[in-house]
């Protein structure tokens, strides 16, 4: 790229990337400037291990890309990329030799479900039948006028609730209890917090509306298939190039700061209202994910076969256990049990390991920053529904969350979702405004998990930014 670039992007991860397509293609020239040696951010895949076995280092399971606005907008596949489907989208090992299976298509969950499948019914149908009207309205900011009141009141009313209010209330067996219960602890929230059952709600209906694909090969030929987007449109990307201030950058007319707020706060420095600096500086970040990754000689010996037929595990247990671990985490503690997030991409992708051989990886949820280790706690929950599991491990990996805020900067303590995601952070993410992602500081943006819809690939901060950005019409075209 020649001359002053109209947008300059800080952060390759899927946000900054998609941002940097959406500019673009309305003909602005756009620089992408990334610390790491390779773009992607949560979208990495590497031998980690052992030759020839490869590994997501964050994001494995991509309901949100496939259902994101963002995502629909790009032709990734003629950049090579292929989504599969595992059998089921999640299992959810509720006791040795007992998984419970989600299945995609609703009247087969329904079956599943027994005594609660007209009551999984009832609650997931009319979402998921809708998902195409509801899901823009929940991947923007909280704060909109809605296009369509009567479903977003649906969707609304039961979310506000605590995930285990909603459980119980909902269905009658233990069973879809902790089904759901896992689901919505993908918050890395106490369960007993209010709105914690939106998440639940969210990940279900995507469950059987999109179903939870994996990227052939791993996440990263996602990160690939969107640089090479970018390229297409014109984006320079530079790598290697940590930015620790606005005065490391050249002069744009915008930039777009693909980064958590504490981060923005420290680059943009006085160019931002004192009042907005010291909003974003106090920024609060949720707790952390501490991951094992496992090259295996073999697939997870289940005690319940059926487990393999889904790339996601919920580990498990009863929803009071699920609880449990939430709640301490939450509260600056760990379990010895704790709810173990486990994915096993290689039974529909066998392309990630050598023949016969397989991959997996499993993290726990910990308090920011916690510095002791969960190997053991985590391959012991593993090894409870799976026995003999520990034999077939031929080499691991672990990530602490050192591990990972060394690895991104924007994973601050070792929280992955730019922020904890409790009421007030998902409401006013980052600041109390009707344009989020629109700064104080002049020709000043943010988009990444850190704004409106939050953590996940799914593109959506950034996209959502970049309308702020060409609405704002910077550049002046
Ligand atoms: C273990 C794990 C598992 C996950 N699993 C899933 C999953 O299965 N599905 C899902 O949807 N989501 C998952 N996520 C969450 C998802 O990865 C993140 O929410 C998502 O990557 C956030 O995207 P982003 O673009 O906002 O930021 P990131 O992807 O974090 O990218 C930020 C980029 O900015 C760069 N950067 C940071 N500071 C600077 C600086 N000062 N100068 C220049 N560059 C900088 C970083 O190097 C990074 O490349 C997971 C995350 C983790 C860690």
Redesign the pocket.
């Known amino acids: 790229m020649s001359g002053t670039p109209d947008l300059l992007v ?7 990337l998609v941002a940097a397509i959406r500019v673009a293609r309305a003909g602005w020239r756009v620089r992408v ?4 040696d390779v ?5 990495r895949t590497t031998e980690a291990t052992l030759p020839g076995f490869l590994h ?10 496939l259902a994101s606005p963002a995502f629909r907008t790009l032709d990734l596949a003629r950049h090579g990329l292929r989504w599969v489907h595992p059998e089921a989208p999640v299992a959810h090992a509720l006791a040795p030799g007992r998984s419970v299976i989600l299945e995609q298509d609703l009247a087969a969950a329904r079956l599943a479900l027994g005594r609660d499948g007209a009551a999984w019914e009832r609650l997931f149908g009319p979402l998921a039948r809708e998902a195409d009207r509801l899901l823009p309205e929940l991947l923007g900011p909280v704060l909109h006028r809605p296009r369509h009141p009567v479903l977003l009141a649906r969707f609304g009313t039961p979310a506000l609730l605590p995930a285990t209010t909603l459980a119980r209330v909902a269905f009658r067996t233990d069973a879809a209890r902790a089904l759901f219960a896992g689901l919505a602890a993908h918050a890395i929230l106490d369960l007993g917090r209010p709105l914690t059952a939106a998440f639940g709600l969210v990940l279900g209906l995507l469950a059987h509306a999109v179903g939870w694909p994996l990227a052939v090969g791993g996440s990263g030929a996602i990160a690939r298939a969107l640089v090479a987007e970018a390229e297409a449109c014109g984006v320079e990307i530079v790598t290697g ?4 201030s606005l005065r490391d950058l050249p002069p744009a007319r915008a930039t777009l700061l ?2 958590t707020p504490r ?1 923005v706060a420290a ?1 943009a420095g006085d160019r931002l209202p004192a009042g907005e600096r010291d909003r974003l500086a106090a920024w609060r970040h949720g707790p952390a ?1 501490y ?1 094992v990754d496992w090259a295996l000689d073999g697939p997870i010996p289940w005690a319940d076969p059926a487990t393999a037929r889904a790339a996601t595990v919920h580990i498990g247990g009863p929803i009071g256990e699920v609880a449990a671990s939430e709640r301490a985490m939450a509260h600056g503690r760990v379990t010895g049990r704790p709810f173990v997030l486990l ?1 096993q991409p290689t039974h529909a992708d066998p392309s990630r390991a050598p023949a016969g051989r397989h991959v997996g ?1 499993a ?1 726990c949820h910990v308090p920011n920053g916690w510095t002791g280790s969960m190997q053991e706690a985590i391959e012991a929950q593993v090894e409870r529904f799976a026995p003999g599991f520990r034999d077939r491990i031929l080499g691991r990996v672990v ?1 602490d969350p050192a591990g ?1 805020a060394a690895g ?4 601050v303590g070792g929280d ?3 922020g904890i995601q409790d009421i007030r952070q998902l409401v006013f993410r980052p600041l109390p405004r009707l344009d989020p992602y629109r700064l104080g500081g002049a020709g000043l943006w943010i988009g ?3 704004t409106p819809p939050g ?5 959506m ?2 996209w959502n930014a970049a309308g702020s950005i060409l609405r704002a019409g910077t550049a002046g075209r």
């Open positions: 800080v952060g390759a991860g899927p946000n900054g400037i990334e610390a790491a773009p992607g951010g949560g979208l997501d280092h964050c994001a494995t399971v991509h309901p949100l890309a190039q940590r930015v620790a693909a980064l981060q680059i994910a991951k994915v990886w993290y990530t990972f991104n900067e924007s994973y992955i979702n730019g990444s998990a850190a953590g996940g690939i799914h593109g901060g950034g």
